[in-house]
């Protein structure tokens, strides 16, 4: 089904860019502190901070991160990339949309990264025009969307964008060695010059929230780094940190028995070697470093909300793309697949009135960030109800006794094979307590989280009729959805098995 962005720009009124802040009811769940409410009636700013490959055990490991973001907000437990690749979750998270309907397939190609995204209309009708709309004055600071871009000037600077710092990633582009577009102008950067991605960024997003304005507009700024993409490139004063180190084995490491996998798999993975397993810890070890200038950057960016007064109005999304394996099912370095390691990416948020050191478990995806983003921002009802996803704001509020009214499960959908072919194109629902997932090639996998965790037995065949009717329900209705439709068909008739009438 193609779904254009919708021009809602154009009638939208000035008077939102001051509407107060609403985020709605918050859970019954014990709570620890909560930073300072939001002053005045002056909408919030707003922080989006995304990393390139980086899966939720890998950002839990680093101190820094802990202390900045882990117990200073609240975690996500069940987010999750709803198409686990790089171009398309950047698609999703600017355009509120599943990859389905932005058509933003894969990373490059005809129907991948930035050509079907600049034909769809989305360069001037996605988030940084919208929240201009609202009011807000808008940065982008690194990759834009992948192949960004492929057929324009290079000097293109995307409408929405007050302050655009795009990598171009239609040439080399690097941690180490890269072209950004600054406002329209090119220039070339080399780590060995002091020119280190993750730097250069971190600078110039500092730079875009001290430069007040006359009007004093709240800001988006959106940091979207290449770190720890593989192959990881760390800046050079951290190459000796973590020696020694090793990746964790799961029990899934290097799984002996893929029977119960999609042939695809069990065709492509032959049992991991010594030196796989070596080279999975290097690639570990690197991600790890090229992590440390992230610690850097995000130290920066609370001591210059600090030292302007601008924390206490700000919200921070700490996220990524997508995950990445290491050896769990003998996949030894991917994306993709529908497992775990994959699909279930970071997401911590702070800010203010935000409670410290919690954690939500219902389940939410990247197609919720661009909703969540403008109802913090005052955009009304009948603006929201327009994106596939939902706004999770009200999780982001103290707790009262209402429980949050929220979806049973989200779509994921993988377009497509990655080399060397290890996953077809697949769609699939994400619970909080289980995953099911149906393949164009006609397999299917069920795992219930709870009992299996590391998705060893896969129990399609086991499922009841019934309830292998419901869950292939809520998929079909789901992978062609759009807005209102996928909000209904997440809580539809397809319950995932064990779950409560509602």
Request: with cysteine; aromatic share 10%; hydrophobic share 35%.
């Amino acid at each position: 089904m193609d779904q254009k962005p919708r021009d809602w720009t154009r009638r939208f009124t000035p008077f939102l860019a001051v509407v107060a802040l609403f985020v709605g009811c918050g859970a019954a769940a014990p709570l620890g502190k909560t930073e300072p409410a939001v002053a005045a009636k002056r909408p919030p700013n707003l922080v989006v901070v995304l990393l390139d490959d980086a899966d939720v055990e890998i950002t839990e490991a680093m101190p820094r991160l802990r202390t900045l973001f882990f117990d200073k907000g609240v975690r996500f437990s069940s987010h999750i990339a709803n198409t686990p690749l790089c171009g398309p979750s950047r698609a999703i998270l600017m355009s509120g949309q599943y990859a389905h309907n932005n058509k933003v397939y894969y990373n490059n190609g005809p129907e991948g990264g930035y050509t079907p995204w600049q034909k769809g209309g989305y360069d001037e009708h996605s988030l940084g025009s919208w929240l201009q709309v609202l009011g807000y004055r808008t940065g982008l600071f690194g990759k834009y969307i992948n192949d960004y871009p492929t057929g324009q000037a290079e000097t293109l600077v995307p409408k929405g964008w007050d302050d655009f710092r795009g990598i171009l990633s239609d040439r080399e582009a690097h941690n180490i060695h890269f072209t950004m577009n600054e406002n329209g102008a090119l220039k070339l950067y080399e780590a060995s010059k002091g020119g280190y991605q993750t730097d250069v960024l971190s600078a110039r997003m500092d730079s875009f929230i001290r430069a007040k304005t006359a009007a004093d507009k709240p800001f988006f700024a959106f940091l979207s780094l290449s770190a720890p993409h593989v192959p990881p490139e760390p800046a050079e004063r951290h190459l000796k940190e973590f020696a020694g180190e090793t990746a964790p084995r799961k029990p899934s490491y290097n799984e002996a028995d893929l029977s119960d996998k999609p042939k695809a798999l069990r065709e492509q993975s032959q049992p991991l070697t010594k030196a796989d397993a070596r080279q999975i810890d290097v690639t570990y070890r690197e991600m790890k470093q090229s992590l440390l200038s992230v610690e850097d950057a995000m130290e920066t960016l609370i001591k210059t909300l600090t030292e302007t007064g601008e924390l206490s109005r700000t919200y921070i999304f700490f996220t990524s793309d997508n995950g990445w394996f290491r050896g769990e099912h003998r996949i030894p370095g991917e994306k993709y697949a529908p497992y775990e390691e994959s699909i279930r990416v970071p997401m911590i948020v702070r800010g203010p009135g935000v409670p410290e050191d919690r954690v939500v478990d219902n389940v939410i995806g990247i197609v919720d960030l661009a909703p969540t983003l403008l109802d913090l921002a005052g955009a009304p009802e009948t603006e929201l109800s327009q994106r596939d996803g939902r706004s999770y704001a009200p999780f982001l509020a103290p707790a009262s006794k209402a429980p949050i009214p929220w979806r049973e499960s989200t779509l994921i959908e993988h377009f497509g094979g990655g080399a060397p072919f290890r996953v077809r194109s697949y769609s699939g629902v994400r619970s909080e307590n289980d995953v099911y997932i149906e393949y164009v090639t006609g397999e299917k996998e069920y795992y219930d989280l709870r009992k299996d965790p590391y998705q060893m037995d896969n129990q399609a065949a086991s499922l009841k009729p019934a309830d292998a009717s419901r869950l292939s329900a809520r998929v079909a209705a789901l992978k062609d959805c759009v807005a209102e439709a996928c909000r209904k068909a997440e809580n539809g008739a397809a319950a995932p098995p064990g779950s409560k009438p509602e």
